[in-house]
């Protein structure tokens, strides 16, 4: 028991910084990609959380992680609906804009059109 002991005492500290470097890299390249970043950190996070919690009876010192791992996946879930919200808005003006154009070309043909036949 005491060889348990003694080898979890080396273990749990290189997890936590195994961990903790992943969690920073997640966040160094997110910080790099202003369009997909959150959807980087969302997807990572909830990978993490996934394979640390299927294995059943993960590491005790794992648990603080997946926790902290659980709250980023929020957080970045939170960003990323609304960066969609965002730009489903910016579609909508688009969208807009486009109908604005086929009606005022369509205005403008039935302008034409009406001159032409008065005109003849």
Excluded at 5 to 14: D, I, K, L, S
Aim: glycine share 4%; aromatic share 12%; with cysteine.
């Amino acid at each position: 028991m005491a060889f348990v002991n003694c080898f979890r005492e080396v273990v749990n500290p290189a997890y936590a910084l195994l961990v903790r470097a992943m969690f920073q890299t997640t966040e160094r390249l997110a910080a790099t990609d202003t369009k997909h970043g959150d959807r980087l950190r969302l997807e990572s996070y909830a990978y993490f959380v996934t394979a640390i919690s299927d294995g059943g009876q993960a590491a005790p010192v794992l648990q603080w992680h997946v926790r902290q791992a659980a709250a980023a996946k929020q957080r970045a879930m939170q960003a990323y609906v609304q960066q969609q919200l965002e730009h489903g808005k910016f579609w909508k003006l688009m969208e807009f804009s486009m109908v604005s154009c086929v009606v005022t070309a369509s205005m403008r043909y039935s302008s034409a059109a009406a001159l032409s036949a008065f005109v003849c």
